[in-house]
């Protein structure tokens, strides 16, 4: 079963930055594939979470929140199409949410964030493991998506749609493709 390793708040503002290709190459003989910048990579081959957490954590200089999610949940998501029929264009980003363990809260979606005026954040869904929304493309939805992660109660890291639909191709078919975000 392949497996996808996101890494959480890796090369934001040049805090805790590397060269996620690099860290690819070190993870080689587990089949790793690098998918952007974020530090999100599809890994192949067979290995255990706890196992790969391990030969992350030896690579890096500084210690970090690896979220580990099945390769088959991610292709079950990007099956359904979920933002069929939400706003799109440059002022809208789609995002999915990785929880890092099952949410206990009893907040359900939909879910604005401010909860009044105009909305910067939106959850549209959630599906464990993931949280679904969207977000304007504005400076303070970084802050708002940091609420989500409270309103949540577990520990997440956020990708783009573009992010989760090129790992989703590199799972179906080997291939890859440029991620824009």
């Given at each position: 079963?392949?497996?996808?390793?996101?890494?959480?708040?890796?090369?934001?503002?040049?805090?805790?930055?590397?060269?996620?290709?690099?860290?690819?190459e070190?993870?080689?003989?587990?089949?790793?594939?690098?998918?952007?910048?974020?530090?999100?990579f599809?890994?192949?081959?067979?290995?255990?979470?706890?196992?790969?957490?391990?030969?992350?954590?030896?690579?890096?200089?500084?210690?970090?929140?690896?979220?580990?999610?099945?390769?088959?949940?991610?292709?079950?998501?990007?099956s359904?199409?979920?933002?069929?029929?939400?706003?799109?264009?440059?002022?809208?980003?789609?995002?999915?949410?990785?929880?890092?363990?099952?949410?206990?809260?009893?907040?359900?979606?939909?879910?604005?964030l401010?909860?009044?005026?105009?909305?910067c954040?939106?959850?549209?869904?959630?599906?464990?493991?993931?949280?679904?929304g969207?977000?304007?493309?504005e400076?303070?939805?970084?802050?708002?998506?940091?609420?989500?992660?409270?309103?949540?109660?577990?520990?997440?890291?956020v990708?783009?749609?573009?992010t989760?639909?090129?790992?989703?191709?590199?799972?179906?078919?080997?291939?890859?493709?440029?991620?824009?975000?």
């Amino acid at each position: 079963m392949a497996l996808v390793a996101l890494l959480k708040g890796i090369n934001v503002g040049g805090h805790r930055a590397f060269r996620p290709s690099m860290l690819a190459e070190a993870l080689d003989r587990f089949g790793a594939i690098n998918v952007g910048a974020a530090g999100t990579f599809v890994i192949r081959k067979r290995v255990s979470r706890r196992q790969l957490r391990a030969e992350v954590g030896q690579h890096l200089p500084f210690k970090v929140e690896i979220v580990i999610c099945a390769g088959r949940d991610i292709l079950s998501l990007a099956s359904q199409q979920p933002f069929a029929g939400q706003p799109t264009g440059q002022a809208v980003v789609p995002f999915v949410s990785v929880l890092a363990q099952r949410s206990r809260s009893t907040t359900r979606p939909p879910l604005a964030l401010p909860p009044t005026g105009r909305w910067c954040v939106k959850v549209l869904a959630y599906q464990h493991p993931f949280v679904l929304g969207i977000y304007r493309r504005e400076m303070r939805a970084i802050s708002y998506l940091g609420q989500l992660e409270k309103v949540v109660g577990v520990p997440m890291t956020v990708r783009s749609w573009n992010t989760i639909q090129a790992i989703a191709d590199i799972l179906q078919e080997g291939k890859r493709r440029p991620v824009a975000g």
